[in-house]
């Protein structure tokens, strides 16, 4: 029985992605990577629904938050980092470890992060450079609503930085429409590729930003990536072959049509949802602001998130994951993004729902206590 790979990243790889990958090395100086590089980032603008620029980097998602920083701000500036989970805890951190002024907007995990607290925060924090927001928090299944904090941040005049690692390419996304600076994004979620490219795009405050920063920098500098991207290169060799693997994804988003695929993720999460619930389980996303990239449910009163995901994986072949920090074996969390569609869903689904029955048979079948007999 082959693997139902359901984490939320990495994901499944699609045909052409895997043939895309056992392409021939061509001279990266040369005219065909030129115009393949310039066509790839071309696509890349119009999936970020962006003017703005497109950069890569061999480099796997964190190595955003740090591109993001030493691009945009200075030793010292004072940032807001939103957190309501682990990932926006590594935000905040390498924030700090870079020498920022982190203010924190902590909002409990599993809940989002809502505009009126970022408004608040900001009216707190006045001399706040710059918003680090996560719009799809992976460790809990929440997606934080990016386009009401977006219109929030440009109202008080800071920069807008986003982690959309396991957003970018499935969940709705207006980079210029609404008012993002930066975004970045990793190979091995939505866009169906092996880990290693890191993605990130900057629009013209973010270039501004960028004129004024004092970090050194070197390997992540965006004005030399943009220098070189404008003649269809990359400063250093470009890792070529998850270059290809990305143009090839970037070409199926294109021909399934990006609406489509965003309205395929938001029908996949409607019914992962409801299959956990049907099963009897708790979903830890607060209602209205569930991910349709990742769910994240409870497993059944009394059972560790090991043994339920043991169960899965052993019977029927799902592989899917345990929750983060301290949530580690308390949650499961199942991806449905990328190259993913109902068949594959239907089948998770059945091995939660079944997996769920027989720990609720087993717990009933448990002999009582000595008290009750
Ligand atoms: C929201 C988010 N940010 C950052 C990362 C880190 O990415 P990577 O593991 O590719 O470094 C992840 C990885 O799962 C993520 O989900």
Known sequence: MPVNFRLPGPTPLPPQVKEALGRDMIPHRGPEFRAFYEQT???ARELHRTDGDVLTWAATGSAGWEVAIVNLLSPGDAVLAAVNGDFGERFARVAGRLGLDVRRLDVPWGMPVLPDQVRAALTDHPDVKAVLLVHNETSTGVTNPLQHIGAVVRDHGALLVVDAVSAAGALPLEMDDWGIDFVFSGSQKAWMCPPGLLIAAIGPRGWDAYARSEYPRFFWDIGEGKKMAEQGMTPTTPPLSALY?????????????????????????????????????????????????????????????????????????????????HLADHLVRIGHMGWVHEPEMQEAIAAVSAVAAQLADEANAAPRSTDEV
Do not use: K
């Not at 199926?252 to 049907?278: F, S």
């Not at 708790?282 to 090991?306: L, M, N």
């Open 41 to 43: 980032l071309r696509l």
């Open 245 to 325: 693997a990305y143009r090839a994804a970037l070409e199926m988003i294109v021909a399934e049509g990006l609406q489509n695929v965003w309205g395929r993720h938001r029908r996949l999460g409607g019914l992962t949802r409801e299959g956990v619930r049907a099963a009897g389980l708790a979903g830890f996303a607060h209602e209205g602001y569930e991910s349709d990239t990742v769910t994240a449910f409870r497993p059944p009163e009394g059972v560790s998130a090991r043994e339920m995901l043991h169960r899965m994986r052993d019977q029927f072949c799902v592989e899917a994951q345990g929750g983060q920090a």
